[in-house]
């Protein structure tokens, strides 16, 4: 069974990093794409970036793009997600996810984290 737990979220000022991760076990994930998530309060799920499996290719969400990076290590089936520059709008809920291809819409995705707190302060 497939399982991704996240990690790495916690409180930061404005301005400033972090980098969040996406472990995947319980299955062959060679020909998967894993995407980042985030939900602020109130608000609805919204995709961030997606990268393949292989690594080669990856897409970001306007909103995000030059500020984050998504990237992989396939030898330990973990996913990053690299935050520079945090505003405090960027507070949310971050999620990892999995599909078979490249999409965006988060029902398109089938397996999910738990979820990842970012908070940043002003």
């Known amino acids: 069974q497939v399982q991704l737990v996240e990690s790495g979220g916690g409180l930061v000022q404005a301005g400033g990093s972090l980098r969040l991760s996406c472990a995947a076990s319980g299955g062959y994930f060679g020909n998967y794409w894993l995407g980042w998530f985030r939900q602020r309060p109130g608000k609805e799920r919204e995709f961030l970036a997606t990268?393949?499996?292989?690594?080669?290719?990856?897409y970001y969400a306007g909103s995000v793009k030059g500020r984050f990076t998504i990237s992989r290590d396939s030898a330990k089936n973990t996913v990053y997600l690299q935050m520079n520059g945090l505003k405090p709008e960027d507070t949310a809920l971050y999620y990892c996810?999995?599909?078979?291809?490249?999409?965006?819409?988060?029902?398109?995705?089938?397996?999910w984290g738990q979820g990842t707190q970012v908070t940043v302060s002003s």
């Open positions: 996810a999995t599909s078979r291809e490249y999409v965006i819409a988060s029902y398109q995705y089938d397996h």
């Open positions: 990268i393949s499996w292989s690594g080669y290719s990856t």
